[in-house]
Each structure stands twice: as C-alpha cells, then as structure tokens.
C-alpha cells in the first residue's frame, strides 16, 4: 500500500494501480489461507481464480462484504488496463483504486487478522 500511495503522489497512476491491486490480490490470498477455505492449491495461482475462490469462500459466505468482492475485480480490471492495454488509467480511478486497496487490506487485516492489526498500518 505504501508503494501505491508514493507512485499516486508522484503522478504515476498506472504503477499505483498496479501496487494497490496486488496489496488487495495479497490480502485475498492471505484471507483465504487465514480462513482454510478448501480451494486447490492451482486454483490459487491464477488472479482470475483466486478472485474466484475470494468471491465463493468469502464474500458469498458472508464473512466479506459484496462491496469488497466487487472493488477487488474492479481493482483487477483498471489494473489491467494498467499494465497490458497501452492506455494511462484516469487519475481519478486511481485514487479510486488506492483507496480501495486501503480499505480491502484493512478489511481483511481486521477480519482475518486480528491480532496483527493494530489499525493504522498502511
């Protein structure tokens, strides 16, 4: 998060997208390891599968909220664009995007966490 927030500053808004996407994917590994969700190790190494486990071990279970499940593809999506489309993120959806990721790995943090969450990291 802290990579995302230095890049944003400097107005380099695709690498922001970039940090502040792979702090939300880490934070979802890390959640579905936390909570022993029974996903196959495979499935976990691909972002469109471990978005997917994400969304069917976490959000859809409730123990996540369905506006975090969405932010994280959402995320994945500008993210993209970022690195592979040739175009430059608007500025505005990388604020957007590093404020979610604060919000996501917070979230998780405080979720699956707890007790090594002292509420103001990142």
């Not at 107005?11 to 970039?18: I, K, L, Q, S, W």
Request: glycine share 8%; aromatic share 8%.
């Amino acid at each position: 998060m802290a990579s995302a927030k230095l890049l944003l500053d400097a107005g380099d808004v695709d690498g922001a997208c970039n940090r502040a996407y792979y702090a939300m994917f880490d934070a979802a590994r890390a959640a579905l390891l936390v909570s022993d969700a029974p996903i196959q190790t495979e499935v976990a190494r691909t972002h469109s599968g471990l978005i997917s486990a994400f969304s069917m071990h976490l959000v859809k279970t409730g123990r996540v909220p369905v506006e975090l499940g969405r932010g994280l593809n959402k995320a994945e999506e500008i993210r993209l664009v970022a690195d592979y489309k040739g175009d430059s993120v608007d500025p505005e959806q990388a604020v957007w995007v590093v404020q979610q990721a604060k919000a996501f790995v917070h979230a998780m943090q405080a979720e699956f966490m707890p007790a090594a969450w002292d509420g103001d990291a990142g």
